[in-house]
């Protein structure tokens, strides 16, 4: 079974509400999910130290990076966060893992996208291959209009407030699921695997539960 890390930060519950999402696609995928959330307490000084947390992304066979944008970068925490990965670069410890991202703004330019392509900038200084939204459908139809394809999963809701939870377009928890599905399935074909789709794994357990009776 693979192993998915999912390290993120989130100031006001959206993006946590979106590593959530990301991580039901990884478990109904078959894979184990694993949620790591970027947090005050793993700061000194302004710095970001937590070696258990590091260890767990190095035992990792893929790590999906969550965060939301500010004033068109990435979040503060995040950076302190990536910063402290030198010694994984040094030492090649995310080497050939699969690497993937996602953001929230409430603002409707491109500060997403400058986010996301910071994570494949940090993927690529780290070796890793980057599982791009543009290789699968993420974006929900009804999601069209208020964000294009690529963003993902990058929502656009009005207001002034940063990374709200309530302003959370449901469109996105579903393109969350269906991405974190993707990057499963992702690491399943590259070491091998062959891996059941959602709906498979559900056809058996309710003949199983059937048997049962």
């Known amino acids: 079974m693979s192993n998915i890390a999912i390290v993120y930060y989130s100031q006001g519950g959206a993006t946590a ?19 790591l959330s970027i947090e005050p307490h793993q700061f000194t000084d302004g710095q970001w130290h937590d070696e258990a947390t590091l260890m767990r992304l190095a035992s990792a066979d ?3 990076f969550g965060a939301p944008a500010f004033q068109g970068g990435i979040a503060a925490p995040f950076k302190a966060f990536a910063d402290a990965t030198t010694g994984m670069w040094r030492a090649h410890g995310w080497r050939n893992k699969v690497a993937g991202g996602f953001s929230f703004s409430y ?9 996301l392509d ?7 200084q780290h070796g890793m291959l980057w599982a791009d939204a543009d290789e699968v459908d993420v974006t929900p139809r009804a999601a069209l209009s208020s964000r294009r394809r690529g963003n993902f999963p990058a929502v656009t ?8 939870a309530y302003a959370l377009d449901p469109a996105d928890v579903i393109a969350g699921k269906q991405y974190g599905r993707y990057v499963a399935a992702l690491v399943a074909r590259l ?3 062959v891996l059941e789709s959602p709906s498979a794994l559900a056809r058996r357990a309710r003949e199983a539960a059937e048997r049962r009776l």
């Open 191 to 193: 070491a091998g695997e």
């Open 107 to 115: 603002r409707p330019g491109d500060d997403k996208r400058d986010t």
């Open 157 to 164: 809701a009005p207001g002034g407030d940063i990374d709200a």
């Open 118 to 124: 910071y994570f494949a900038a940090l993927a690529a």
């Open 62 to 64: 893929a790590i999906i």
């Open 17 to 35: 509400m979106i590593a959530h999402s990301v991580a039901q696609g990884v478990t109904d995928a078959g894979a184990h999910a694993q949620l």
